[in-house]
């Protein structure tokens, strides 16, 4: 059976720290693994796509990894605007529409 | 540009009662999703539509009946809802291309009483 699973489940840094989220899963034939931000009281918001072990994508603070069992969001030089909820998610190779989330982790960055 | 939109936001029912949740999106997609999101379990799909016309049960299916009513919506259907039913409802839509994405609606709170 699929499963992701996210790391720490809560982080607070100090504005400017820098750190890294984790996010593990177990799929038999990786086609796409997601990462999205949740807002409190919102829907998920798309970051990334990373469909290949080496891969990585930047956008702004953060940037994704990609290795054959684990994804890293990293996140430079926070701002109180990063404070969010981010998932995890991973889609199989084999046609079926289901994607499998992680239950996130929650930031906090403190002014 | 809306994007997804659901309504309503909130909703309260009380056992047995029966409700739909609306979901519309104005980007052309053909595939449309709804799911439910708990806390502690992450998101989980309840019914799919890959596009207008057809519709396939996801992970978590029982309790709910979908309408793939034309391109642009899709709804979900709890026709006697139950404690269990209680979580935050979530309507997305898909993009294939460069880089695969989906888009969600800004969610809707149920609560079963």
């Known amino acids: 059976e699929d499963q992701v699973t996210q790391s720490p489940e809560a982080l607070r840094l100090q504005e400017g720290e820098s750190s890294s989220l984790n996010c593990s899963y177990t799929?038999?034939?990786?086609?796409?693994l997601f990462w999205y931000r949740q807002d409190p009281g919102k829907g998920p918001e798309f970051l990334f796509t990373?469909?290949?072990a080496g891969e990585e994508k930047e956008k702004e603070r953060l940037k994704a990894t990609l290795t054959k069992k684990e994804s890293f969001l990293h996140i430079t030089a926070p701002k109180p605007e990063d404070s969010a909820t981010y998932l995890c998610?991973?889609?199989?190779?084999?046609?079926?529409?289901?994607?499998?989330f992680g239950t996130g982790t929650r930031l906090t960055i403190i002014p | 540009n809306a994007g997804v939109t659901q309504t309503p936001k909130f909703q309260v029912l009380k056992t047995g009662q029966s409700m739909t949740l609306q979901c519309a999106q104005d980007?052309?997609?053909?595939?449309m999703y709804w799911y439910r999101q708990d806390p502690g379990m992450g998101l989980r799909l309840i019914y799919y539509?890959?596009?207008?016309?057809?519709?396939d049960k996801g992970e978590v299916p029982n309790g709910y009946n979908v309408s793939r009513l034309n391109k642009r919506e899709f709804s979900l259907r709890l026709e006697s809802a139950a404690p269990s039913q209680t979580s935050v409802y979530f309507c997305?839509?898909?993009?294939?291309?460069?880089?695969?994405?989906?888009?969600f609606g800004s969610g809707t709170q149920l609560s079963v009483l």
């Open positions: 990373l469909y290949s």
């Open positions: 539509s890959a596009s207008e016309g057809t519709t």
């Open positions: 998610a991973v889609h199989k190779r084999g046609g079926n529409e289901k994607l499998t």
């Open positions: 980007m052309n997609h053909n595939s």
């Open positions: 799929v038999s034939g990786l086609r796409g």
């Open positions: 997305a839509s898909r993009v294939r291309g460069v880089e695969e994405k989906l888009f």
